[in-house]
T-cell receptor, first 114, second 113 residues
Framework: ETGVTQTPRHLVMGMTNKKSLKCEQH?????MYWYKQSAKKPLELMFV???????ENNSVPSRFSPECPNSSHLFLHLHTLQPEDSALYLC?????????????FGEGSRLTVL | AQSVTQPDIHITVSEGASLELRCNYS??????LFWYVQSPGQGLQLLLK??????LVQGIKGFEAEFKRSQSSFNLRKPSVHWSDAAEYFC???????????FGKGTSLLVTP
């Protein structure tokens, strides 16, 4: 148990569906992240939020829309996805966005786009 | 461009044998360096990190890593591998002025009886 909880753990959706991934951290951290993990590729940083403000958007397509209502919750809204978006989406949190901080990861949401 | 390279995609070792996983980085200046482990169906867990000072870093679960500036490497080692060490291992780096971690592609470790 890392203190970062992601739901759902598995999601199958069609290209025209709209769904959301949820992440909640119970660690009192200020920063939250979305990473994409695809087979045979390095983890890709998607979004960073620090004190609820988005500080990084790593050229992510607009079909991915993040939302951070407070420092403990992070969502990733999905719409009109493509099959190549199938991947494991990992949420992480840290005490701050300084590079000396450890990232705490959730177990991930496995997304399959049909 | 800044990058992290893990040359070995898969490694197989016998239980009780020693282990070394390789990691090389390409940064203008020495970055902060990390090793994470991901067990099947799990998120990533930090094993150890290097910021400065002693080049031999001790981590959790009996792992250690050695920073070698001359080789731009940060290899992970364990003297005696246990079956529970079978997992995916990721090396990561971040510049001292930034915060986004650059991850390598990972090395999958298989432990045989």
């Amino acid at each position: 148990e890392t203190g970062v909880t992601q739901t759902p753990r598995h999601l199958v959706m069609g290209m025209t569906n709209k769904k959301s991934l949820k992440c909640e951290q119970h660690l009192g951290h200020n920063a939250m992240y979305w990473y994409k993990q695809s087979a045979k590729k390095p983890l890709e940083l998607m979004f960073v939020y620090n004190f609820k403000e988005q500080t990084e958007n790593n050229s992510v397509p607009s079909r991915f829309s993040p939302e951070c209502p407070n420092s403990s919750h992070l969502f990733l809204h999905l719409h009109t996805l493509q099959p190549e978006d199938s991947a494991l989406y990992l949420c992480a949190s840290s005490q701050g966005t300084t590079n000396t901080g450890e990232l705490f990861f959730g177990e991930g949401s496995r997304l399959t786009v049909l | 461009a800044q990058s992290v390279t893990q040359p070995d995609i898969h490694i197989t070792v016998s239980e009780g044998a020693s282990l070394e996983l390789r990691c090389n980085y390409s940064y203008g200046a020495t970055p902060y360096l990390f090793w994470y482990v991901q067990s099947p169906g799990q998120g990533l867990q930090l094993l150890l990190k290097y910021f400065s000072g002693d080049t031999l870093v001790q981590g959790i679960k009996g792992f250690e890593a050695e920073f070698k500036r001359s080789q731009s490497s940060f290899n992970l080692r364990k003297p005696s591998v246990h079956w529970s060490d079978a997992a995916e291992y990721f090396c990561a780096a971040t510049s001292r002025s930034g915060y986004a971690l650059n991850f390598g592609k990972g090395t999958s470790l298989l432990v045989t009886p």
